[in-house]
């Protein structure tokens, strides 16, 4: 069986917004409000057995005067999976002149194989009989007399090895139908037909199987992981089928050990087919008695006078149905769903199943932000912030940022972005931005600055474009690793937006293309970060390129060379080990 976690991810938008610079009060965080994070099962759970009554739906097998039938093999699929408990066949409408010419086998999806009939009956007619195969019947077909009973185990007279042409497999003469058992019934059965003497003709109007199937997935599970301490537990039923509601009760059990009754005699007698329920202890009302169950929400309901005996391995029900008795719990680890219906004869099944946990986290998130691309000075108090945060695991998500250029007193509170426009407060001199930002939980981060020069007065011309001060690895190096990152520390600071992987790369020799790799600008260091998104070839020479495609911050090109006249891009050359 496969779990398959479905939970929320939360990310930040990547673009520019203008933030508002009217300054307020300093704001306290709102109630913190839950996370609700939904783990599933996408299983589909056949509770207390199944029987799959699969019908042909192609014409009749036309028998010749000798050899395979006109459908040869005539099939038949099974879509639902469980191991096999029983098998029954029934061909309908036989009809022969000479029964004891008629082999038929029945080949299931796994390969295992059954001689249904042959050499029976010798020349005793067959007229539109319907025959059921069934290792419980009373006796076998007869030899040399006629057929006269409806069902009958599975017989073959015959003293050697039957000719079934491929592709039938060579008949091991099996006769009991108990060979499937234990294997999985999805997939196509088989039925090979064949008139193994001439003279005389017949037909069959078609088969049916019945498979009984163990139960599936007791319990069923769900595994959770990551989380802290639930404030919440809803249940999520997909899909429920049952010709009779009132037989089937269902037992939640938490990592550990709680456990709810979510629901036990509940629907009546009233047959649903593919309704949804969500169970939650906060629903208007609960799940009914003897009324139809419809799709909705409801609280979880026992009408059943006692405790549930569910089969083991279920822990004993306490018959308690609130999902409160999971809040404050532990929800990491397996979640078990004991499924049980009270009495055979009912089909029942549940496309899925889901658990909504809401919880809330108090782990604060941190971040940082960068005026100008880590620029020194600014002649304009209009500058651009580089926002970054990161809340840690468990994690709501990040949700708000506010500004401030005084640490005091903050912009309200808005959309966490990556990048912002920001007015510095008037007059020349060192100034300092502050951001703080928020969780979905309320989870304030510490308060952190950067500082920035304004000189708008007397702001001095930057004409000269920046360079290169060092280089991981050195110009000319050999054996370098081939799990390198590549580093070109710039004399000045750059604009972050124009170190892309257009401006920045790394060629082999020989080779075209561009290694696949993350580049990005460390504004804190004044860095060009270029990270291979694998290992680099051996013994191979590597040319990095920064072209004058890069700028500073006052938009000057890169110049690796700043004694000839123009800018010059950078290439250097190294070699892998």
Do not use: C
Request: proline share 7%; glycine share 10%.
């Amino acid at each position: 069986m496969t779990t398959t976690p479905r939970r929320l991810r939360l990310s930040a938008p990547s673009l520019a917004i203008s933030l508002a610079v009217g300054l307020v009060g300093v704001l306290h965080a709102p109630a913190a409000a839950d996370t609700t994070t939904t783990f599933g099962q996408s299983t589909k759970l056949y509770v207390g057995g199944r029987n799959n009554n699969v019908e042909t739906t192609g014409g009749p097998l036309v028998l010749p005067n000798q050899g395979p039938a006109s459908q040869y093999p005539s099939t038949l699929s099974v879509a639902h999976r469980g191991a096999i408990t029983d098998v029954d066949v029934t061909l309908r409408g036989i009809s022969h002149t000479h029964p004891d010419d008629l082999d038929v086998m029945l080949v299931g999806p796994g390969g295992q194989q059954v001689t249904l009939m042959s050499d029976a009956a010798s020349s005793n007619d067959l007229v539109d009989a319907n025959l059921t195969f069934s290792d419980s019947a009373g006796a076998g077909l007869p030899d040399q007399s006629a057929i006269t009973q409806s069902e009958a185990r599975p017989t073959d007279w015959s003293t050697d090895t039957d000719p079934f042409p491929a592709p039938a497999p060579t008949s091991d003469h099996t006769t009991s139908l108990a060979v499937f058992n234990g294997t999985d019934a999805a997939g196509t059965w088989r039925l090979y037909v064949l008139d193994d003497t001439g003279g005389d003709t017949g037909s069959i109007a078609g088969w049916s199987l019945s498979i009984d199937q163990d139960s599936t997935a007791y319990p069923s599970t769900v595994e959770v992981g990551g989380l802290p301490s639930l404030s919440d537990v809803d249940v999520r039923l997909d899909g429920l089928t049952s010709t009779y509601p009132d037989d089937l009760a269902l037992l939640l059990v938490g990592p550990g050990g709680q456990q709810a009754t979510l629901l036990a005699e509940t629907g009546g007698q009233h047959v649903v087919d593919g309704v949804d329920l969500v169970l939650d202890d906060e629903a208007p009302g609960a799940l009914p008695d003897e009324t139809a169950l419809a799709s909705g929400t409801y609280q979880p309901a026992s009408y059943f006078g006692g405790t549930v005996p569910f089969p083991d391995p279920a822990p004993v029900a306490t018959g308690q149905t609130p999902l409160a008795a999971f809040d404050g719990t532990n929800p990491n680890g397996v979640w078990k769903l004991y499924a049980y219906d009270a009495a055979s004869g009912d089909t029942v099944s549940i496309d899925g199943w889901s658990l909504d946990l809401a919880w809330s986290e108090s782990q604060r998130p941190s971040g940082s932000v960068v005026i100008d691309g880590g620029a020194a000075t600014t002649a304009t108090p209009s500058v651009r912030l580089d926002l970054s945060a990161s809340d840690p695991a468990p994690s709501s998500g990040l949700d708000q940022v506010r500004l401030s250029n005084d640490g005091t007193t903050f912009s309200a509170y808005q959309p966490y972005v990556t990048s912002a426009a920001w007015t510095l407060s008037a007059g020349d001199g060192v100034k300092t931005v502050y951001a703080q930002f928020r969780d979905k939980d309320g989870n304030e981060s510490a308060v952190v600055s950067d500082t920035i020069a304004l000189t708008s007065s007397a702001a001095p011309t930057d004409t000269s474009g920046p360079t290169a001060t060092r280089t991981t690895p050195r110009a000319g190096a050999r054996k370098v690793p081939v799990f390198t990152t590549v580093k070109v520390r710039a004399s000045e600071s750059l604009k972050a937006g124009s170190v892309t992987r257009r401006t920045v790369f790394l060629k082999g020799r020989g080779s075209a293309n561009k290694v696949r790799a993350e580049v990005r600008y460390d504004a804190r260091t004044r860095t060009v970060v270029l990270d291979p998104a694998r290992a680099l070839e051996r013994r191979t020479t590597y040319t990095l390129t920064v072209t004058t495609g890069v700028r500073d911050v006052a938009g000057n090109a890169f110049d690796a060379k700043p004694g000839t006249p123009g800018p010059q891009a950078l290439t250097l050359r190294f070699r892998t080990a």
